[in-house]
């Protein structure tokens, strides 16, 4: 995806941890990568030799990135985050004047960027939203005065991204939308995405069970006729969590088949009784699709769960198959 993404035009890539830089920079990409939570004491060595800039999240890393970048006698370009109303990672507006004053006694630091992260960013009217970009917009004049001028700002995520043009400055982040997936109801009003991730597994038995049996642990379902059951080889520890249990569904030769019974460490039952002719070997998709014949809101929704969630699960332990088209 990233390089796709990379000859799409991206600025860059924002990431989370080095092993991801790692894999970024062993594919040959040279972009820019902002390591946009944070970083351990320990990462700065690699931070470095990776060529990556982080975000700081508070004094005590500005202040570990100063006394690096002091020791090593390199110039490090950083981006800073501030906290503006979710409570999460970001430096406090009141401890600013202490950053202020750390950037001007270490002038080998860059602030090349200001950011921050938006709460609700699918509710941009709400008074959550409006506060934060208020205050966030304040504080981007206050560092103009300061003589503080990045090059960079962001606060949008995909939902901010598509509802909220206020909210994209000159950088945005998006995440979910990346795997053409819906942030928020109101967001399909306005684009139209297409799922670029399709999880797919191949049945493994087909089986017969009669009127009253149990059908896996507990048993969580009773057969209330007799059923042809799909075994597929995919549970939980790919993923495929066990709240989908009765609530699942997969697509199966142009028809939904709903999950039956408990979902096993390694097995999901599909019932199948609808269709002629099921057997081993035939491919289910439990994810996406040509279509979005399973789409990741709707299965997300039924496990409790939101999007973002069953897409970083899925698929972890699945080889994966890369196309384009």
Not at 11 to 29: C, P, T
Not at 271 to 279: E, F, H, I, N, T
């Amino acid at each position: 995806m990233a390089k796709v993404l990379a000859s799409e035009g991206v600025y860059g890539f924002g990431l989370s941890d080095l092993e991801e830089v790692q894999r970024i920079r062993e594919a040959g990409l040279a972009l820019p990568v902002i390591l946009l939570s944070g970083f351990e004491p320990s990462w700065l060595p690699e931070i470095l030799r990776l060529r990556v800039i982080p975000a700081v999240i508070d004094l005590y890393q500005l202040r570990l990135l100063a006394e690096f970048s002091k020791r090593q006698g390199k110039r490090i370009a950083f981006h800073l985050k501030i906290d503006t109303g979710m409570n999460r990672m970001g430096i406090s507006v009141n401890r600013l004047e202490e950053v202020y004053q750390l950037l001007a006694d270490n002038p080998q630091l860059e602030l090349a960027g200001v950011m921050s992260h938006l709460a609700a960013g699918e509710h941009p009217r709400s008074l959550l939203s409006r506060r934060q970009k208020t205050l966030f917009s304040y504080i981007l004049k206050k560092m103009e005065q300061e003589g503080l001028k990045p090059r960079f700002i962001h606060l949008a995520n995909s939902a901010a991204a598509i509802l909220d043009p206020k909210a994209r400055y000159n950088l945005i982040r998006p995440g979910l939308a990346l795997y053409g997936a819906y942030p928020s109801p109101e967001t399909r009003k306005r684009v139209r995405l297409r799922p670029v991730m399709t999880y797919k597994a191949r049945i493994l038995s087909v089986k017969e069970v009669a009127k009253g049996e149990g059908i896996g642990y507990g048993p969580l379902y009773r057969a209330s006729k007799p059923m042809k059951l799909a075994l597929v080889p995919v549970g939980y520890d790919d993923g495929y969590l066990r709240a989908l249990s009765n609530r699942g569904f997969g697509w199966l030769k142009g028809e939904r088949v709903p999950v039956v019974g408990a979902i096993s460490m390694r097995c999901t039952a599909f019932d199948v009784s609808a269709l002629p002719k099921v057997s081993p070997g035939d491919e289910i998709i439990l994810l996406g699709g040509k279509e979005g014949e399973v789409p990741v809101e709707e299965l997300a929704s039924r496990a409790g769960l939101i999007s973002y969630e069953l897409l970083c699960l899925l698929g972890r332990r699945a080889p994966k198959i890369y196309l384009r088209s």
